[in-house]
């Protein structure tokens, strides 16, 4: 019996499979599952099921960076490619060499999912949007310098406000060299310091020549911007990554230049409006203050203004007469009846009054006496009554009892 080795039977196998035509290139679509991409070469495994059965697929890394979306569990594709089987361990597969998403076109894909990334990370929230500055003093454009894009927005904005200085930074917008020329272009409006808006964009073209725009390199480089920018790409009904993440989007390279500046014409007649408001102000203030004139010139005051003034005068000091001698007599009758109060309380406790009533005060050498151990027999004393005084010797003492 003739024997075969694992490998042996393994590549007869294989030979057998590429040697179908039919196998050799091949569409099949389904769903991707168990998605891994190995960073470290570059290479993409993962099964593509249906309802029925499965196959394990793997795209190397030469034919995966051709791809222009994400590649996601559970996204519905259609692969080309071819079945082979690998040797090692005997499992058929298919090598994917091309990848398109079922039912949706694949740059639509791509741009929904570069949107919702950039989305999810803020880069579209409006409180990241600057204002657009009313009177700016200087606009870059960045955009072709062939298309009729820019000779629509440079009319404009010298009809409308040729105050504005315009640096053009021309640039492809179409084609592998408009991503790096534009990025180079907003690097260099950035270095520059002197621009204080930018308008970026071109003009109407299929979702291929607007494909730029989408990129998500530029929107990043677009929000790090300094300074406001007005995304203004295709027509009204195109939009594009740049329109989400700049600061105003413009439906079209004209609306960014009426967007950008103010018509001088509006400017004029707004001027003109306010010269003739405050010239109408100041008329009805003059006119006031004639009427004010009139009535003060024609005031009694004025006609006579000695008489005016002296009566006046006359008049506040008779009424000031009459409150200084009321507050005169106030005091007077309150400070009069003090007194009398004050001289009954005093009268009360003189010692005349106590004399009066038949006592007497002793006195030595102008001191009054007040024991009879301060008096020795022979000191002359002045025995003071309430009529007058008497001299008297003193002959002998005695106590209480008259002893």
């Not at 700016?136 to 440079?154: F, H, R, W």
Request: with cysteine; net charge neutral.
């Amino acid at each position: 019996m003739q024997t075969v080795t694992v490998k042996q039977l393994n590549l007869f196998v294989k030979s057998l499979i590429e040697g179908e035509a039919r196998l050799n290139d091949i569409y099949v679509t389904g769903e991707i599952s168990n998605f891994k991409n190995h960073y470290a070469s570059g290479h993409l495994y993962f099964t593509l099921k249906d309802n029925d059965a499965s196959i394990r697929c793997v795209m190397f890394k030469g034919y995966a960076s051709r791809l222009k979306f994400a590649v996601v569990d559970g996204l519905k594709v259609i692969i080309r490619g071819r079945v082979s089987i690998y040797e090692k361990d005997g499992q058929y597969q298919f090598y994917a060499e091309e990848m398109y998403p079922d039912g949706l076109g694949d740059i639509s894909l791509q741009f929904e999912q570069i949107k919702e990334r950039l989305k999810s990370e803020g880069l579209f929230d409006s409180e990241n949007k600057r204002p657009i500055p009313k009177f700016p003093k200087s606009i870059a454009i960045i955009t072709s310098e062939t298309g009729a894009a820019v000779q629509d927005i440079l009319n404009i904005l010298t009809r409308r406000y040729p105050l504005t200085e315009i640096v053009l930074c021309p640039v492809s917008v179409q084609g592998e060299n408009a991503v790096p020329e534009m990025l180079d272009a907003l690097e260099r409006v950035y270095s520059l310091s002197r621009c204080d808006l930018i308008i970026i964009g071109r003009g109407g073209g299929s979702i291929e020549d607007l494909w730029a725009f989408n990129s998500e390199i530029l929107a990043r480089k677009i929000f790090e911007s300094p300074i406001p920018v007005i995304s203004a790409v295709g027509h009204e009904t195109d939009f594009t990554i740049c329109d989400f993440v700049a600061d105003l989007r413009a439906p079209t390279p004209s609306a960014a230049a009426e967007l950008a500046v103010p018509d001088v014409i509006d400017i004029k007649n707004q001027i003109s409006a306010y010269s003739r408001n405050l010239k109408s102000a100041l008329q009805d203030k003059l006119n006031s203050l004639k009427l004010r004139y009139t009535a003060v010139m024609n005031s009694p005051y004025l006609k006579n203004a000695e008489r005016s003034i002296i009566y006046s005068r006359r008049q506040n000091i008779d009424i000031l007469t009459d409150n200084l001698l009321n507050r005169y007599n106030t005091l007077v009758n309150h400070y009069s009846a003090r007194l009398k109060q004050n001289v009954a309380s005093l009268d009360a406790l003189s010692p005349l009054k106590v004399l009066s009533r038949g006592y007497s005060v002793a006195e030595i050498n102008g001191k009054v006496l007040k024991s009879v151990k301060n008096a020795n027999v022979g000191d002359k004393l002045t025995l003071k009554l309430s009529d007058g005084s008497l001299l008297c010797t003193v002959d002998s003492q005695g106590d209480n009892n008259g002893k």
